[in-house]
């Protein structure tokens, strides 16, 4: 462990899956007394592994600790052969203050409460992944000292008009008092802290990915919605007209923007292809049969566009299909000779 409080787990110490042990700022192996009240106080199982101790201090208002393990040593063939680099696994830079659970700092808020992690699968900096409650050091996580926040309902996904103005809404349960932080494109909304977000004259630059975090003392939720800008596909970058061997592989594409999903179509001389419903086209193996004009419908909710006409060209090697004849001719007159071939000019 790094940072706030260091300590270094002894050689080959292993915890099994979904194990725990702990790290106290005690030494456990030489003071029998304080491990024996530790263990009282806190119910403790005498299974569960105790190491010890620490260096530094955990702060009650913020810090941050980090969890590392060593990774593979450096090749023999390397600079570094044989050094061993530590990869960061896991950590948490805590709050006393939302979205993190405030309850948890025993200064200001609560009496012997602790931040109790919710789930060790998941990312252990997210603020939503811990509550406050009564200390369960060794063992699963108890209940948390309020309800804490859960969220009903949110504005679903929907695009806006441009120049429109939208609101999007939060409703939530949980203990009082709770509290709302929204983000864009996870970057938290200055002043943004009601249960609703009033957007106005809303462009393509508001449209994304909307959060919002509800904090109560003991915890916080979130959730997520996308607004996206009401407007039909536009074609950004057209088909290039192409010329291929015979026999290799042309590839049209073609680039568009607008509110999702868009859907693609591609025709040859106005013709829909089957199972051309993607922004490339492959045609492998292209032959003179595949010579046309190519263009690509795109379409979403809102409209569709069809892009400009391609030619795929096929540059085919010349083939005689008439060889020149003999002929006989008298001297001093005219000899003729012909031939007719097929290939690209």
Do not use: C
Not at 270 to 285: E, H, I
């Amino acid at each position: 462990m790094r940072d706030a409080v260091d300590f270094d787990f002894p050689v080959n110490v292993t915890v099994p899956a979904n194990g725990y042990l702990v790290v106290v700022g005690f030494d456990p192996s030489t003071n029998a007394v304080t491990l024996a009240a530790f263990q009282s106080r806190y119910g403790l199982n005498e299974a569960v592994p105790i190491y010890g101790p620490w260096r530094g201090k955990l702060a009650n208002d913020n810090e941050n600790i980090e969890l590392y393990q060593p990774g593979d040593p450096q090749p023999a063939d390397t600079a570094d052969a044989g050094f061993v680099p530590y990869l960061l696994v896991d950590k948490v830079k805590y709050f006393d203050s939302a979205p993190w659970p405030a309850l948890a700092d025993g200064n200001t808020n609560g009496v012997g409460l602790s931040l109790q992690r919710l789930a060790g699968s998941s990312y252990g900096n997210d603020p939503t992944n811990w509550v406050a409650g009564e200390p369960t050091p060794g063992r699963p996580t108890g209940a948390a000292a309020l309800t804490t926040p859960s969220i009903v309902s949110l504005t679903a996904e929907h695009a806006v008009e441009p120049g429109a103005s939208d609101t999007l809404t939060v409703n939530a349960s949980g203990a009082a008092t709770l509290s709302y932080q929204w983000s864009f494109n996870a970057a938290a909304i200055p002043g943004a802290t009601g249960a609703s977000l009033f957007l106005s004259n809303f462009q393509s630059t508001n449209a994304g990915l909307y959060s919002v975090v509800v904090a109560n003392g003991a915890g916080a939720a979130s959730a997520s919605t996308r607004v996206d800008l009401r407007s039909g596909p536009v074609i950004n970058r057209q088909p290039q007209n192409l010329i291929v061997a015979a026999g290799g592989t042309a590839v049209f594409s073609v680039v568009a923007v607008g509110t999702l999903p868009l859907t693609y179509q591609w025709q040859r001389n106005g013709t829909d292809l089957p199972d051309a419903s993607n922004p490339v086209l492959f045609l492998t193996n292209a032959q003179v049969s595949d010579e046309g004009g190519y263009r690509v419908v795109v379409a979403n909710a809102f409209g569709s566009v069809t892009s400009t006409v391609a030619t795929l060209t096929i540059n085919s090697p010349p083939l005689i299909t008439a060889q020149p004849q003999s002929t006989n001719v008298i001297a001093g007159g005219t000899a003729t000779f012909s031939v007719a071939a097929l290939g690209s000019a």
